[in-house]
């Protein structure tokens, strides 16, 4: 197994609502990752998890809140959303999260916050 | 990390060479060039990356000039599936990539 799930594809959510992101890797790598991208805009990095511990935070705001429950899996939950948080959310996951790593995206979920 | 300078738009003939080229002139020693691409409404693509040599795999090869100031990379025979955005990354740790707006890559028929 060689990819990256995500789920769902879409998601349409209101600004009170609570949802989660989910993605899932099975290639034993260490390392998780979540990215925003706007439209027409490149992937920005939000959070990264390495070992199963929050390595990087880039001061995403605090109604995103990652999760990694093992080291396969990563959550994104969602709350109080603003409708500018509408983006496509990419995961990804690498080897090892260190050193000359590649990463390996997922599909993505495309978020509307209405 | 050092900043990267790409082309905003280029186009090939199909069956032709694809050479990508990206300007990162502050790179420092420990920094390695990454390539990636993103195909219409998917996700990121790795294609290969180096640090000083030059790379090749089964997608493309990786030519970084003896400063280390630029770096081009080659599709050998593009194809219509090739058509992407190209992203040159040049980064420390490959933890933290830093995507700057790429190459819009368009191969013709």
């Known amino acids: 197994d060689t990819e990256v799930t995500q789920t769902p594809k879409h998601l349409v959510m209101g600004m009170t609502n609570k949802k989660s992101l989910k993605c899932e890797q099975h290639m034993g790598h260490r390392a998780m990752y979540w990215y925003k991208q706007k439209a027409k805009k490149p992937p920005e990095l939000m959070f990264v998890y390495s070992y199963e511990k929050l390595s990087i935070n880039e001061s995403v705001p605090s109604r995103f809140s990652p999760e990694c429950p093992n080291s396969s899996l990563l959550n994104l939950h969602l709350h109080a959303l603003q409708p500018e948080d509408s983006a496509l959310y990419l995961c990804a996951s690498s080897p090892y999260g260190q050193g000359a790593d590649e990463q390996y995206f997922g599909p993505g979920t495309r978020l509307t916050v209405t | 990390d050092a900043k990267t300078t790409q082309p905003t738009s280029m186009d090939c003939a199909e069956g032709r060479a694809a050479n990508l080229p990206c300007n990162h002139s502050?790179?420092?020693?420990?920094?390695?060039v990454y390539w990636y691409r993103q195909i219409h409404s998917q996700g990121p693509q790795y294609i290969i990356h180096?640090?000083?040599n030059n790379e090749t795999n089964e997608m493309a090869s990786l030519i970084i000039t003896e400063d280390r100031k630029s770096s081009t990379l080659i599709l050998p025979h593009a194809t219509l599936r090739d058509t992407a955005v190209y992203y040159c990354i040049v980064t420390r740790g490959a933890q933290k990539l830093v995507f700057g707006q790429g190459t819009r890559l368009t191969i013709n028929p």
């Open positions: 502050t790179i420092s020693g420990n920094e390695y």
């Open positions: 180096g640090l000083k």
